[in-house]
């Protein structure tokens, strides 16, 4: 498998040398997003992100990673290294990149990083071993030599050529991440990749399995972005890093400040006071009419779906098998979708419990073995689904003590008392 792969590597060059105009028009820099650059002057420094490499794929075409925003919004120009699979070599395209950071700086740009998901990630560090123009490396799940199932007599390379690599980088920060079920990652590289970076005297930063976020493409997702966005933000803005820097990401530990809430559930007792004195003086009373509930949440859970968006189910009643309960949803990434909450009435299942109802998205909720829940998702038409591991939370959690919210001080949004939010939960 190995001569395979040799063959294969050299046959790339091969194609390269007899491809070469076609490669100079396949190998470029292209802008990641659709807003106009800031340029060399205005702009914090350029962040030229590299794309995996897929046999079977082409990769030049594969979506930005979302969390290349949060350096946008930063300050930073954000520019895509797209190279064509089958002119793409670990030599070559290091060659070409040098070749536009050197081409940078003579723009002007001040500051330069490198970030890169998988075989681009290993391009990022080889041209930081080859320059000494680059200032940071980002590098998500490092790959060049295959995965376990289809090159398993080369995989093992993903760790022994990536280990020099790290020992070589020139002068850059470097921060790289490893997942939990990576089927390129032939393990131990945390570790390993740690002690040779404390080693450097060099800025660093290793994430190491993060919590809820697996496999090879986890830093494409909408998840990824909220655990680590500010993060890496904060990594490639501290020129002045030395040692290692600590990822320790808050959000998704408690529900946050950006979930929307009825008052019954964050205020209960300013919720059962309001509605007494609305009695009393002749005024609508609200839920308490319906036999609505008052903050008397039996269970409730939290989680988040791949997309990025919190997600809390919290059970007010039930009757036989009948179930109602609050389900929110968080504001979605790209600010199109804002937090939302509604009530729901449902009926118990043989494992769980599902809600459905004309018109609206379907919720199933199967019970775990932890005591929290598997959430499904499914939109309106049918057509889309989502999936949530959802833990059991103390419902305590939900209460806002003197109107702050518990777990980061931050008030939690009420949203309107009767009925749902304004906004349509989606």
């Known amino acids: 498998m190995t001569r395979l792969l040799s063959t294969w ?24 997003f659709n807003e106009p650059a800031r340029g060399p002057q205005q702009a914090k420094g350029v962040v030229v992100w590299s794309h995996g490499r897929s046999i079977n794929s082409e990769d030049s075409q594969s979506p930005t990673p979302v969390y290349l925003k949060t350096l946008r919004d930063d300050g930073w120009d954000v520019l895509r290294f797209n190279r064509l699979a089958r002119v793409d070599s670990l030599g ?55 995965s376990f199932d289809d090159f398993y007599d080369s995989w093992r390379l993903n760790a022994t050529r990536l280990y020099p690599l790290l020992q070589q980088v020139r002068k ?16 131990g590289r945390g570790d390993r990749s740690r002690a040779i970076l404390a080693g450097r005297g060099l800025g660093y930063a290793v994430v190491d399995q993060p919590s809820y976020l697996t496999g090879h493409w986890a830093s494409s997702t909408g998840l990824f972005l ?97 179930v109602n309960a609050v389900y929110a949803i968080g504001p979605s990434i790209d600010g199109q979708s804002a937090a939302a909450w509604t009530r729901r ?53 939900l209460v806002r003590p003197d109107g702050v919210h518990a777990s980061n001080s931050t008030p939690i949004t009420t949203a309107t008392a009767d009925g749902d939010s304004d906004q349509t939960e989606n």
């Open 92 to 146: 070559e395209s290091t060659k070409q990149l040098i070749d536009h950071i050197a081409d940078l700086r003579h723009r002007g740009y001040k500051r330069v990083i490198l970030a890169g998901q998988s075989f681009g990630a290993f391009l990022s560090l080889m041209a930081a071993d080859a320059s000494s123009e680059v200032d940071g490396v980002i590098a998500t799940a490092p790959a060049a030599f295959g």
């Open 345 to 397: 009435a449902g009926h118990g299942a043989e494992d769980g419990f599902v809600f459905e109802q004309s018109g609206k998205s379907t919720l199933r909720f199967r019970t775990r073995p932890d005591g929290g829940l598997t959430a499904t998702w499914i939109s309106p038409d049918g057509k889309t689904s989502m999936t949530a591991h959802l833990r059991h939370v103390d419902p305590q959690t």
């Open 226 to 322: 909220r655990r680590f966005g500010n993060c890496i933000r904060d990594f490639a803005d501290d020129d002045r890093l030395n040692g290692e820097m600590q990822c320790t990401p808050r959000w998704g530990t408690h529900p946050s400040a950006e979930l929307k809430l009825p008052p019954e559930l964050t205020d209960p007792k300013g919720a059962k006071q309001r509605i007494a004195d609305a009695g009393a003086t002749g005024g609508s009373v609200g839920p308490a009419e319906t036999g609505k509930p008052l903050g008397d949440v039996h269970d409730s859970w939290y989680g988040f779906y791949p997309n990025g968006r919190e997600v809390v189910l919290a059970i007010e009643s039930t009757h036989g098998d009948d």
């Open 172 to 187: 850059a920060r470097v921060m790289m991440f490893y997942f939990h079920g990576d089927d390129f990652d032939p393990g």
């Open 9 to 32: 590597i050299s046959g790339a060059l091969f194609c390269f040398i007899l491809l070469a105009s076609g490669a100079a028009l396949a190998m470029g820099l292209d802008p990641a």
